[in-house]
C-alpha cells in the first residue's frame, strides 16, 4: 500500500485514513483476492471505495479531535487579534477625546477669567460715569442753590 499526502495533513489522519481502506478493501475483495492482485489493476468496486475513502478524509479536522481544537484556536486567535485591534484604536480615540477636553477645558477656564475681567472693568467704569453724573449734578444744584442765597 502506498500514499501521498499534503505536508500539512496528519500522520495520525493519514494511518487512520490506510487503516480504514485495508478493512474496506479486504471485506470487498478477501486476503487472496489482495495477494494475487497486480500493480495497476484496480477493478471498479475498489475505484468507488477509494473515492468515497478519499471524499470521507478530504477535511483532516471532521476526523481528528486536535485538528478540530487546532481550527477552533486559529479561529479564536483571529478574534482576540481583531478585538486586541479594536481595544489599540479605542484607546488611540479615547486619547484624542481626552486631549481635545483638556484643551477646551483650559479654553473654559480663560474665558471665565476674560469674562470676570470684563465684569470688573464694566462695573468700575459704571462707578466712573455714576460718579461724573453725580458730581455734575451736585455742582448743578450747588449753581443753582447759589443764585438764590445771597451772601
Known sequence: ?????????????????LRELCEKVKSLQGDEAISEAKAGGLTSPLKKVLKETMKNYG??????K???????VDQLKGIMQDNVKRILETHVTLESLDNSSSSMSSQANRFLRQSVD??????LRNLK????????VLAVVAYVGTMFVDF
Not at 477535511?59 to 481528528?64: A, K, W
Not at 486536535?66 to 477552533?72: A, L, N, Q
Request: aromatic share 2%; charged share 30%.
Open 1 to 17: 500500500v502506498a500514499g501521498l499526502r499534503d505536508a500539512q495533513y496528519p500522520d495520525r489522519i493519514a494511518l487512520k485514513m
Open 59 to 64: 477535511d483532516p479536522g471532521s476526523h481528528d
Open 66 to 72: 486536535t485538528t478540530e481544537v487546532r481550527e477552533k
Open 118 to 123: 470684563l465684569r470688573r472693568q464694566m462695573q
Open 129 to 136: 460715569i455714576k460718579m461724573i453724573v453725580g458730581s455734575c
